[in-house]
């Protein structure tokens, strides 16, 4: 107001006020070392721009979007996690937000039951040249009825029954599980079991020094070759 009898004067002004970004990079989660990994579960509001950013080396499809695709490194699996950060970028004069997720990286398991083997009856097998690479757990089977010193360990021995010596051979079958949410692997070797040669030269036997002798009571079972 003004001094009478001066007339009174208004004026005016626009306060903008920007909302402040909020977003969250979502869910920590896993995934097996052969994946990749959109960010399905990442949300955020009030933004101009967004940009994803690693602690690792792998890749995003596109950095700029919500639901951006992750491709873990050599490196990132190596490591077995990485952290992914998002950060929003808020209408002036507001700041930047951010939040970040864990993501783990399982390995897959191998499983390798070795080469195939040949062993005599009446001997056992030592699972030598069986390898489990980043298994959770470890199980040995057989299509036969022998058995295993251990189910559980990489390179256990195994104990024919008579049943796998008649049939000859047995196939070994090592199963191995990986941390999830990775699959497990399978393989199997065939142990090849041989009879054991077995030689009789027959009964004593007395003749006159004028004649000679045939052999007829000898006798032998699974053999490859006879040498009197």
């Not at 079991?193 to 006159?208: H, K, L, R, Y």
């Amino acid at each position: 107001t003004s001094a009478a009898p001066c007339a009174g004067d208004i004026d005016q002004m626009t306060l903008t006020i920007n909302p402040q970004a909020i977003v969250s990079a979502g869910d920590d989660a896993t995934i097996c070392e052969s994946s990749t990994y959109t960010l399905t579960s990442a949300t955020a509001t009030d933004y101009t721009s967004l940009l994803w950013t690693s602690s690792g080396t792998g890749t995003f499809d596109d950095a700029t979007i919500l639901a951006a695709t992750y491709t873990p490194s050599a490196a990132d699996i190596a490591a077995g996690s990485v952290t992914l950060t998002l950060t929003a970028q808020s209408a002036a004069p507001c700041v930047e937000a951010s939040d970040d997720m864990v993501l783990t990286i399982s390995l897959q398991a191998t499983a390798d039951a070795g080469t195939d083997a040949t062993i005599c009856e009446g001997s056992t097998y030592t699972l030598s040249t069986a390898v489990a690479t980043n298994a959770a757990t470890i199980l040995w089977s057989t299509s036969g009825t022998g058995s295993f010193s251990s189910t559980s360990v990489q390179n256990p021995v195994y104990t024919p029954s008579q049943n796998d010596i008649d049939d000859g051979s047995v196939i070994l079958t090592m199963t191995v599980t990986s941390a999830a949410p990775c699959a497990g692997d399978i393989d199997q070797m065939t142990l090849t079991i041989n009879p054991q040669a077995i030689v009789s030269a027959g009964d004593d036997a007395t003749i006159c020094e004028s004649s000679t002798y045939t052999l007829s009571t000898a006798t032998a079972t699974d053999y490859t070759s006879l040498l009197w």
